[in-house]
């Protein structure tokens, strides 16, 4: 099982990023998908979920109104919409895998990406 995020980078404050994360391995359409972010000296946190069939999402209260997380099952990838960006963003995001539906804990995913970089600056 392989999941590869990617579409980070340093964007200003204000600003927007689209992440990816392609997954291979599993049966991505049976699966929840997941994004945390961890930043320097933090804890990882939650970020966004999102059900197998893409009708139910949930957000951390930090991101709601500004980030989308959607998935195209046909490609085996979840995605994150970050609009609006914040200094408090910065962090490195990690998506993730559920078998058993969507959860905002961090233990209820069995698989991981490496993670990419979000660099915020004002």
């Known amino acids: 099982v392989q999941l590869q995020a990617s579409g980070g980078g340093l964007v200003q404050a204000g600003g927007s990023l689209k992440l990816s994360c392609t997954t291979s391995?599993?049966?991505?359409?049976?699966?929840?998908m997941g994004w945390f972010r961890q930043a320097p000296g933090k804890e990882r946190e939650f970020v966004a979920t999102?059900?197998?069939?893409?009708?139910?999402?949930y957000y951390a209260d930090s991101v709601k109104g500004r980030f989308t997380i959607s998935r195209d099952n046909s490609r085996s990838t979840v995605f994150l919409q970050m609009n609006n960006m914040k200094l408090e963003d910065t962090a490195v995001y990690y998506c993730?895998?559920?078998?058993?539906?969507?959860?905002?804990?961090?233990?209820?995913?069995?698989?991981w990406g490496q993670g990419t970089q979000v660099t915020v600056s004002s």
């Open positions: 999102i059900n197998k069939n893409g009708d139910t999402t």
């Open positions: 993730a895998a559920a078998r058993y539906g969507v959860d905002m804990r961090d233990y209820a995913y069995q698989n």
């Open positions: 391995g599993l049966t991505f359409s049976t699966y929840a």
